[in-house]
């Protein structure tokens, strides 16, 4: 006989990101400040990012209603671009490199559901981004996967697995196309 999924079963106790109290103030934060349409300047939302244990480099743009779900749980270096509906949905570490473009409505998540499990278990894992990365307009970065140096994720792909560096990956999923050449 087939087992079942039985959702009355799932239990991610064990899964504490930070107190109650600090949850709630950064969503009042995050909501009044960061993820809304409201052009607040990007110097104001990474000291609020600081504030709640964000480690940020220097030249950070981030632009209207990014969502970042927890930003202890967040790392930029220098020079990074987070494009107007981006969402990091990081229930584990996202570390971005130094000259970073998270691209329009780019979606990064660390979590996930084991599907083998009858109560269909959460499942978190650390999404890495080196150097020079460009994540296209609409694209997804799932669990784990590490995005290499200079790598390119183009508009609406789905990253499943690691990127090489210096390569251009389109589709779902994400698959390489062509070596990506800097020129000047």
């Known amino acids: 006989m087939m087992k079942s999924v039985d959702l009355s079963t799932f239990d991610n106790a064990w899964y504490k990101p930070a107190s109650g109290l600090k949850q709630a103030l950064w969503y009042a934060c995050s909501f009044l400040f960061v993820n809304t349409f409201v ?9 609020l990012l600081i504030l709640f244990g ?42 971005l ?17 084991d599907y083998k499990s009858p109560s269909f278990d959460l499942i978190t894992k650390p999404v890495t981004i080196h150097d020079g990365v460009w994540v296209g307009a609409k694209a997804t970065v799932c669990p784990g996967v590490t995005l290499a140096s200079h790598s390119i994720l183009t508009v609406g792909s789905i990253a499943t697995k690691d990127l090489e560096p210096y390569t251009i990956y389109s589709g779902n999923p994400a698959m390489p196309v062509r070596k990506r050449l800097i020129e000047g």
């Open 39 to 47: 052009p607040f300047p990007s110097g104001w939302k990474r000291g």
């Open 54 to 95: 964000a480690k940020i480099g220097n030249n950070f743009v981030i632009k209207p209603s990014v969502n970042i779900k927890y930003p202890w749980l967040f790392e930029a270096r220098d020079n990074v671009w987070l494009g107007e509906n981006s969402w990091i949905d990081n229930l584990a570490l996202v570390s």
């Open 97 to 113: 490199g130094n000259n970073v473009c998270i691209s329009q409505g780019a979606y990064i998540l660390t979590g996930n559901h």
